[in-house]
Every structure is written in C-alpha cells, then in structure tokens.
C-alpha cells in the first residue's frame, strides 16, 4: 500500500518541473494555492535540453507576456543571459522579437533557486507514473516511489518524457533527453481516462568543445550593444532581480546585457550534402524507425538536404553554451544519423575539421495528447481538474510551453477557489492565439509560434505585453507585488496622458501626432513629455504612428466580438440540428467549441453554419435541435 505523502490535500500539483512546470507552480503558488511541484530530477528544473536561448520570432513577445503575468522566464533570461539580440530590428516595431543566449547551467540554477524560495510552494524529487481518478476528476498522482500525493487539482507537463525514446542511427535508448529517464507508465493511466495519445518526435544538434573549433574560418555574431531585455525592469523594484529579502538570499545572476559572448556563422558545404545523401538511409527518422511526426520549422539536416535540394549550402551558428563551459551548439545539425557519420559530417564544416565532440546528436520520440481534448482554460474535457501544458499539447519550444504553464498554473488555482479563468483573447496576447490554436484547430505537428500567426499582430508589440495584461492583473491579485501593479497602472495613465496631449496639442499649426506620422519627420517633442521613462514614450509613439491601423483593427475585433460574446450550450447535440451540415456538425461535435467566435475558427465551419447556430441559441431552442430560418448575413469571422 502506497504511502500518502501528507495529510492535508494540496490546492495544486504540478508534474514535471521544465519550462511550463516552473511558470505552473510558481503562478499557483503566487495566487496564494498550495502547490506541489513534482520532478524526476531536482538537478535538470528548467533544463535546456536543446538550445539555451530564449526569444526570438513571436517567442519574444510571449516571454514578455509571460513577465507581465508574473512569471520568472524574463527575469532569469536577463539575469543569465549571456548575449542579446532584437530580430527584424529593420521592419516595424511590431514585429520586432528580443532574443538571448543563455548561460545554460545558470538558467537552471537560477530557476530551481526561485521555485525554492516562494512562499506556499513545495517541490519535491519523484517520478509520476499515474493519476489517481475518482468519477471523472483527478484527485492526486502515484510515484515511482510508492508515495502517493493528493491534490484539488493537478497540471501535467510531461515535456519529451511520456514514453520517450531516444534515436542515434539504429541505437535506441529510453529516456526524455539523453542521460535522462522515460516516463513508460503515466501514458497508460492517461489513455486509461480516455485521453487520446499520439506521437511527435524533435531532435537536438552534437555539441562540440570550443578550444577544438577554427573561428578564423567563421563568421563572427555580436550581442547588441544596447541590449533589449526581456523583463519589464521600469515597474519592478531593482532589488528583486537579485536579491530575496525575506529569506536572506542573492539569487545567482549578473547586471543584464554586461560581458556579452560572440556566437559565429559557418555554413555547410558540397561535401557536407554528399555525405548526408550517401548516408541519408541511416538516418532513424528515413529508415522508418520514427514513426512520430518532426518539427517542419526547425528541420534536421537531412530533411533541409531532401526539401531544399536546390539550396548549396545551409547555415549554422555555433553558440556557447554558458561563461563556465567550453561547450558549443551547433545551431541548424539537429540529425538521428548514426555517431560515426555525424563525426564526418561535422568535419566537413568551415572552422569544425578538427572539432572534438562531446553530445552526440539525436531524435526523441515521444506521446502527445491531442489539444482539442482541452478547454480553453487548458483544462481537460475528459478529466475533470486536470490541466495539461507544454509538449504535451503538442507545442515545441521553451516560450510556448512557459506561456501554456503561466495559464495552466492560474486556471488551476481559480478552479479551486471557483474563479473565472483566465482566457486570453487573441488580440491580447500571442499566449492567446497559441492556446486558440491549440484548443480550437488542433496540431498535426509540433506546434510553433510566428508573428504571422497573430491577425492582430499590431497589437501585440513586446513593449506593451504589460499593458494588455493589466485587466487581468487587477482580477488575478498575487500574480505580481502591490507596488509593481501600481507602477504598471501608472505607466497606463502616463501612456494614455500623452496620446491625448500630443494628438491635441499643436506645433508648427498642426498637431504633434500629425508630425509624428509624416515620413521622415522627427519632430520636437515636448522638453515634458521627452523625460518620460523610455517605455512610456516608445508606447505613445507606437500608438500614434500608427494609430489608423490600430483604429482599423479595433474596428475589426468589435465587429468579431459579437461572436465571442454568444454561448455554445455545453450539451447541444449537433448532430441533431436541422439545417447544420454533416461535416460541419461531427466537427463541432468533436472539439465542442465554447462560443460561435471559437466555432468559426474550426476548420470545415462556414458563415451559413454560423447562421443557422446564432439562430438556434438566441432563440432559446438550442435544447430541440430545431432552428428558424436563419439570417441572409453574418458578421464577417
């Protein structure tokens, strides 16, 4: 009989302690519920286990989102980062993505520090293998250790480690990343409650010492030299980024942006591609022996070979891995070749003849579930307060599966203390859009997050992740400190200050706004409104500039929020309503949406369903399946 770890129920459990488990635990715990944080392995919290970068395209802004919910990625990105780059610096603000390297091994140290030091959370080293379900909910989860934990509610982010299996040419390992174990039971227990399970796989590049590579021979990548952070440093007290008081503790870290490392450009050559053609049947993904779905963004270097034949060459950036290591990534080789044909790959390259490696590459197989099997809250359907995020969802990468956390952990403690949840509309945040797609349309492979996936990307530039969660933040009180939120509702006041002044006041007969918009016009400013903080007057004059077309897109969500307002009844039987394409109702009713605004984004949903659905429900006749005869328009989805 298995031992019961404590008496009193915990509010909260999470399982698995990677980038999702972290942001998890910590936003539970901050919403004031007592929360468990169960892992395998103490020693790999918030490993990178394929490149320590965080950011990027679209990435940025949801790590920056993550920050304006509270969470710790931002924060220990900048205080471990060891280069930083803005993306697309030359297009529009809009899609301008902050990115950084980081010190790997501080990362997680840094990381494992601040989930040890908040207060209501509890972490402890034990491998799931199943759920405990009573009448369709989840009341807790058995260990590998014959200790079993109860929890109200329990959030699984499981990463590459439910059934993981590890690929170098024909050899196999069990485990979720290389010298690390397989999570072999807990899939059985999910499958067992009805959850659907399907497989993914991903991949990671060798990584090789640094004294063996010829930089002569590469190109050299500085960090920016006034570097974009991540976290918003303006409203944060400049203490808490180190320093714990309450518990006496500095937090590892240094100034964010200082003694910034170099990465360096190589490319492939005629040579490399012969190789990987010769040898393209050993390959564990060609072979057959991978049955899982690949990432189609982040190729490895044998399908970039077989999908871009007419390409002559690819690029590669060695990137450090930390200041204490002498270890390089080898950005763009991801491969499940076999060990001895990497090597010869590898010497093929400028500047790596001689490299000496100390990882191998691999491909990791491993069970996702389905993400239409959740609510939007990321709860599951099938299991009643079980909230699932990460890999698990199908997503790949550290900013995706961190923001699925962040929402994983706050829906978790508002279900038990019967709060609203927090949904994220897809005007407000890329988090938004990532889980709508998710929850909404499905993924048939790993899950990527791009600015074009956003329709109203305009709205969601970095700089103003805060201010976009500002509503939440005033109904979610704990996420961030009393004076933080204070700070973030006068940077609100501030902003909407100087929008109405300087599209009022005027210069030269016209107003300051008009000359802001004029092409190349750098106009004199107020002497007042230039000693604003810097992300004050960025905001006022990324709104003004470009205040039509966020005008326009305002424009565009109202006329879509009457769709977002209307109620799907949780019982209706699609099946049952006359008038409702067949098609159209298996699809409704595989994936339930909650609202029309959800239904018109499923795939094979057409306005004339929409119609005959809005008429249904504000008829009050949902319950009949019958439906007057529906309207000749709707509102544009």
Request: glycine letters at 10%.
């Amino acid at each position: 009989m298995a031992y019961v770890f404590q008496e009193n129920v915990f509010d909260v459990i999470v399982c698995g302690a990677g980038h999702a488990g972290c942001e998890a635990a910590l936003a539970a715990a901050r919403l004031g519920a007592s929360t468990l944080l169960l892992t395998g392995n103490l020693d790999t919290i918030a490993q990178m286990s394929c490149n320590p970068a965080i950011g990027g395209q679209a990435k940025g802004q949801i790590v920056r989102e993550i920050d304006a919910l509270g969470g710790e990625m931002a924060v220990n990105t900048d205080a471990t980062g060891i280069q930083f780059r803005l993306l697309n610096e030359s297009k529009g603000p809009a899609v301008q993505s902050p990115r950084a390297q980081c010190d790997k091994k501080a990362y997680q140290f840094r990381m494992k520090h601040a989930l040890e030091l908040q207060p209501g959370l509890q972490i402890f080293q034990a491998t799931v293998t199943g759920l405990i379900v009573e009448g369709g909910k989840v009341v807790g989860c058995h260990s590998n250790l014959d200790i079993d934990f109860h929890g109200r509610t329990v959030v699984l982010t499981t990463g590459t480690f439910l059934r993981g299996l590890l690929h170098i040419g024909t050899n196999k390992n069990e485990g979720g990343r290389l010298g690390d174990f397989s999570a072999r039971t807990l899939s059985g227990s999910l499958e067992a409650s009805g959850i659907e399970l399907r497989r993914f796989k991903t991949g990671t590049p060798a990584r090789v010492l640094g004294r063996s590579l010829d930089f002569s021979k590469m190109e050299e990548q500085k960090g920016d030299a006034q570097p974009t952070l991540f976290a918003f440093h303006d409203t944060r007290d400049p203490e808490a980024m180190f320093h714990v008081e309450h518990a006496g503790q500095c937090q590892q870290g240094w100034a964010p942006g200082s003694d910034q490392l170099s990465c360096w450009m190589t490319y492939t050559t005629e040579r490399s591609a012969e190789i990987v053609r010769a040898n393209k049947h050993t390959s564990a993904m060609y072979s057959g022996q991978i049955q899982g779905v690949g990432p189609r963004y982040c190729p490895s270097i044998e399908d970039k070979f077989v999908r871009f034949a007419d390409k002559s060459r690819h690029l590669l950036f060695l990137e450090p891995e930390g200041r204490h290591t002498d270890e390089y990534y080898i950005n763009g080789l991801s491969t499940s070749m076999p060990f001895h044909v990497q090597l010869e790959l590898i010497h093929s390259i400028p500047g790596m003849e001689n490299a000496v490696v100390v990882r191998p590459a691999y491909a990791v197989e491993y069970d996702y579930a389905p993400p239409t099997q959740l609510w939007p809250s990321l709860e599951s359907r099938i299991v009643e307060g079980l909230f699932c995020a990460g890999q698990l969802n199908g997503t790949s990468g550290y900013e995706e599966a961190a923001g699925q956390g962040a929402v994983a952990g706050i829906n978790a403690a508002q279900k038990v203390r019967g709060g609203e949840p927090l949904v994220l509309r897809r005007h407000e945040a890329y988090i938004g859009v990532l889980i709508d797609d998710l929850v909404t349309k499905g993924t048939n492979e790993p899950y990527r997050m791009f600015t074009s996936r956003a329709e109203h990307r305009l709205l969601l530039n970095h700089g103003s992740a805060e201010l976009r969660m500002l509503p939440h933040l005033r109904r979610l009180p704990g996420l961030v400190g009393v004076g933080r939120l204070e700070r973030i509702e006068h940077k609100a006041e501030r902003v909407g200050h100087w929008c109405a002044q300087l599209e009022s006041a005027r210069s030269h007969g016209v107003t300051f706004g008009d000359l802001i918009r004029r092409v190349g016009n750098e106009p004199e400013l107020p002497a007042e409104f230039l000693q604003e903080d810097a992300t004050v007057r960025d905001e006022v004059l990324y709104r003004i500039r470009y205040r039509g077309y966020l005008e326009r897109e305002g424009r565009i969500i109202e006329r879509l929020a009457g769709l977002e307002r209307v109620k799907v009844p949780a019982d209706l039987d699609f099946l049952a309503i006359r008038g409702l394409r067949k098609e159209c109702a298996l699809k409704l009713a595989a994936q339930r949406p909650a609202t029309l605004g959800q239904a018109s984004r499923i795939s094979g949903v057409s306005p004339a369903d929409l119609s005959v659905l809005l008429v249904l429900i504000e008829s009050g006749r949902a319950g009949d399946g019958t439906a007057p005869t529906p309207p000749q328009s709707m509102p544009a989805s």
